[in-house]
């Protein structure tokens, strides 16, 4: 609505839209939705609905697209007894109907017919069974005007030259009463004073940032909440994952050899892999499932684009936070990683880094399948596992290929790898070697130079730098605003 309406104005309005279009009982019961199994309210409410969404800034013109599609034939009336009592009031509703009932056809004050490209009749629909038998073309009895209407006008397979002759005949007809009548007249110019009038109105519609800001990152808060199946499935897999770490790892901090530090090396691996993973998956089916209602808000201009997106993941990050913590205590325990409060914290904040990044990435990948949570799905393999391959696990970093070098410089797993190496074994008193036959190192810096990786806290925060520019990269080339700038829209 327009920035200067009040609170009790809005309220109001409100009020007043859900009695005129019947909702007021069901106004305390979610909408549900098909596509996450959660039940709601009826096909013919939904459609009610979606006009009162349309009608709460008290349109003058409303366009509806076939507001029956999918209904059945008292749900359809319902709808269409609803659209007319809106016109009563003084609007004015255009819409196209898809082979209406008797009843939902006789609703209806005028009526237009269009046939190949011409206007075949406009006028009351009263008159027009007159119109098509002064042609010789007489409605039977009690047959459904719109089925004969359609039928009359339409070109059959096989009767093509009979059926456009017809149809020529029909709208020659219309067009000769037209220019008899003087109905016909030329397009008015554009008037200036219009445009900027409409554009002034469209501007005073449009809510500073704060307040988009505010309600969406609410909606999304509450519409993350409401998942309560995904809350708990995540949480259940959280603390199974980390359990089942804890104890293939459990407490492998014995020794100074080889063994360990490959034992360590994998165990960040796999805590990594994990991290991100049980993040990635659910955040990739996000924005398909959402498309709809972010088309229709943006064809609206009620938001920003980018505030839909960054109230999408911040709306998340407390719930992915504690699973990160909670992954975080199990894990880093269990294994047996270095006991002190600064690498407890570093640990925390890389696994906390891999879920954040994950998850600008699995909006990245959404925006990419758009509508199509599928292919979402089928996204997440190719876009992950090359840069899993150049952690430095699998292949060291002195042995990267040049042709593939910049795989190595962006993997995102490399950089959080290297902090938990670093945070391990750098400042490490590993102990005397003794008489160890195996190979031993003598100290960290030698585990770290044997695994290429760098030394101390300040590789460590620009690791940390390098993590936070890839998931700010990742986040400006989200591409929503791409999608719904190039899509086609349904006219």
Same mark, same amino acid.
């Given at each position: 609505?327009?920035?200067?309406?009040?609170?009790?104005?809005?309220?109001?309005?409100?009020?007043?839209?859900?009695?005129?279009?019947?909702?007021?009982?069901?106004?305390?019961?979610?909408?549900?939705?098909?596509?996450?199994?959660?039940?709601?309210?009826?096909?013919?409410?939904?459609?009610?609905?979606?006009?009162?969404?349309?009608?709460?800034?008290?349109?003058?013109?409303?366009?509806?697209?076939?507001?029956?599609?999918?209904?059945?034939?008292?749900?359809?009336?319902?709808?269409?007894?609803?659209?007319?009592?809106?016109?009563?009031?003084?609007?004015?509703?255009?819409?196209?109907?898809?082979?209406?009932?008797?009843?939902?056809?006789?609703?209806?004050?005028?009526?237009?017919?269009?046939?190949?490209?011409?206007?075949?009749?406009?006028?009351?629909?009263?008159?027009?069974?007159?119109?098509?038998?002064?042609?010789?073309?007489?409605?039977?009895?009690?047959?459904?005007?719109?089925?004969?209407?359609?039928?009359?006008?339409?070109?059959?397979?096989?009767?093509?030259?009979?059926?456009?002759?017809?149809?020529?005949?029909?709208?020659?007809?219309?067009?000769?009463?037209?220019?008899?009548?003087?109905?016909?007249?030329?397009?008015?110019?554009?008037?200036?004073?219009?445009?900027?009038?409409?554009?002034?109105?469209?501007?005073?519609?449009?809510?500073?940032?704060?307040?988009?800001?505010?309600?969406?990152?609410?909606?999304?808060?509450? *519409?993350?909440?409401?998942? &309560?199946?995904?809350?708990?499935?995540? @949480?259940?897999? !959280?603390?199974?994952?980390? /359990?089942? %770490?804890?104890?293939?790892?459990?407490?492998?901090?014995?020794?100074?050899?080889?063994?360990?530090?490959?034992?360590?090396?994998?165990?960040?691996?796999?805590?990594?892999?994990?991290?991100?993973?049980?993040?990635?998956?659910?955040?990739?089916?996000?924005?398909?499932?959402?498309?709809?209602?972010?088309?229709?808000?943006?064809?609206?201009?009620?938001?920003? *684009?980018?505030?839909?997106? &960054?109230?999408?993941?911040?709306?998340? @990050?407390?719930? !992915?936070?504690?699973?990160? /913590?909670? %992954?975080?205590?199990?894990?880093?325990?269990?294994?047996?990683?270095?006991?002190?409060?600064?690498?407890?914290?570093?640990?925390?904040?890389?696994?906390?880094?891999?879920?954040?990044?994950?998850?600008?990435?699995?909006?990245?990948?959404?925006?990419?399948?758009?509508?199509?949570?599928?292919?979402?799905?089928?996204?997440?393999?190719?876009?992950?596992?090359?840069?899993?391959?150049?952690?430095?696990?699998?292949?060291?970093?002195?042995?990267?290929?040049?042709?593939?070098?910049?795989?190595?410089?962006?993997?995102?797993?490399?950089?959080q790898w290297e902090a938990l190496l670093i945070n391990e074994f750098d400042d490490l008193d590993l102990g005397s070697c003794g008489n160890a036959t195996a190979f031993c190192f003598e100290n960290c810096d030698a585990v770290l130079q044997q695994l290429s990786l760098g030394q101390g806290l300040d590789q460590i925060c620009?690791?940390?730098?390098?993590?936070?520019?890839?998931?700010?990269?990742?986040?400006?080339?989200?591409?929503?605003?791409?999608?719904?700038?190039?899509?086609?829209?349904?006219?």
């Open positions: 609505m327009d920035v200067s309406t009040t609170v009790e104005d809005r309220e109001e309005q409100i009020d007043k839209v859900l009695v005129e279009l019947g909702l007021m009982k069901i106004r305390d019961t979610r909408i549900g939705s098909p596509i996450t199994g959660t039940r709601g309210i009826s096909g013919g409410e939904a459609k009610r609905l979606a006009f009162a969404s349309e009608i709460l800034t008290d349109p003058p013109l409303l366009f509806a697209d076939e507001p029956t599609s999918g209904l059945d034939s008292f749900a359809a009336q319902s709808v269409v007894n609803a659209l007319k009592n809106l016109a009563d009031s003084g609007r004015t509703i255009i819409c196209t109907i898809h082979q209406p009932p008797s009843e939902v056809f006789q609703l209806f004050h005028q009526l237009l017919l269009f046939a190949e490209g011409r206007t075949a009749y406009m006028g009351p629909i009263s008159t027009a069974p007159a119109a098509f038998a002064r042609l010789g073309y007489p409605c039977p009895e009690n047959y459904n005007h719109a089925d004969f209407y359609i039928h009359t006008l339409s070109i059959i397979p096989g009767k093509e030259d009979e059926c456009r002759a017809r149809v020529n005949e029909i709208t020659d007809d219309y067009q000769r009463q037209e220019e008899a009548d003087g109905g016909l007249r030329a397009p008015l110019p554009e008037s200036e004073n219009l445009v900027n009038t409409l554009r002034e109105m469209s501007h005073n519609r449009i809510q500073p940032l704060f307040t988009q800001a505010k309600w969406i990152l609410w909606r999304s808060f509450v *519409t993350s909440m409401r998942e &309560f199946q995904v809350v708990g499935v995540q @949480l259940m897999q !959280t603390i199974v994952m980390a /359990l089942m %770490f804890g104890l293939v790892y459990l407490q492998i901090n014995d020794g100074n050899g080889n063994d360990r530090v490959q034992n360590f090396a994998g165990a960040a691996m796999m805590v990594l892999v994990s991290a991100s993973f049980t993040t990635l998956y659910p955040v990739v089916q996000v924005f398909p499932t959402e498309v709809v209602v972010l088309i229709r808000d943006h064809d609206n201009h009620m938001y920003k *684009t980018w505030i839909f997106y &960054f109230s999408k993941f911040f709306a998340e @990050l407390p719930i !992915t936070t504690l699973y990160s /913590l909670l %992954f975080t205590v199990i894990t880093y325990f269990m294994i047996g990683f270095r006991v002190d409060a600064d690498g407890f914290f570093t640990y925390f904040a890389v696994l906390l880094m891999a879920a954040y990044q994950a998850r600008a990435l699995g909006f990245f990948i959404s925006t990419l399948a758009f509508d199509n949570a599928q292919l979402g799905l089928a996204l997440v393999t190719p876009f992950v596992i090359p840069f899993m391959l150049f952690t430095g696990v699998f292949l060291n970093p002195d042995n990267v290929p040049d042709y593939l070098i910049w795989i190595d410089r962006t993997s995102w797993f490399k950089y620009f690791d940390f730098g390098i993590l936070l520019a890839n998931m700010k990269d990742t986040d400006k080339h989200s591409g929503i605003q791409n999608h719904l700038n190039t899509r086609t829209t349904p006219s």
